[in-house]
């Protein structure tokens, strides 16, 4: 995938994630950035995810790196951490599989 689909989804994750979170705006500027950081680092992950063969190698790798962006929201300075971690991995989810669900449509 190119770089141009990466920006796109991570573009669609933090949309995602900010309707999620009705006090974005209230999120310190270090905490939404490190989210913004988070979709770029998932949006990548899921393209990886996409093309990754069906080892079990290769699905440790995917998860280590799921697990490494769990730890970076963990470090959110923000009290609602659990929060936003699931409205993180929600907007993920409800991302990918719209593009998934667009991909089939085109073929």
Not at 19 to 29: C, I, V
Not at 75 to 98: E, H
């Amino acid at each position: 995938m190119s770089s141009r689909s990466t920006h796109d989804i991570t573009i669609r994750i933090l949309a995602s994630v900010r309707e999620r979170l009705p006090d974005w705006e209230s999120l310190d500027a270090a905490d939404r950035e490190l989210i913004a950081d988070c979709c770029a680092d998932a949006a990548r992950l899921q393209l990886r995810a996409l093309s990754a063969p069906q080892t079990a190698d290769a699905q440790l790798r995917l998860l280590r790196d799921k697990a490494q962006i769990h730890a970076q929201l963990s470090n959110l300075a923000a009290a609602g951490t659990a929060r936003v971690s699931s409205a993180f991995w929600d907007a993920v989810k409800s991302v990918v599989n719209g593009a998934v669900a667009v991909a089939f449509a085109a073929l």
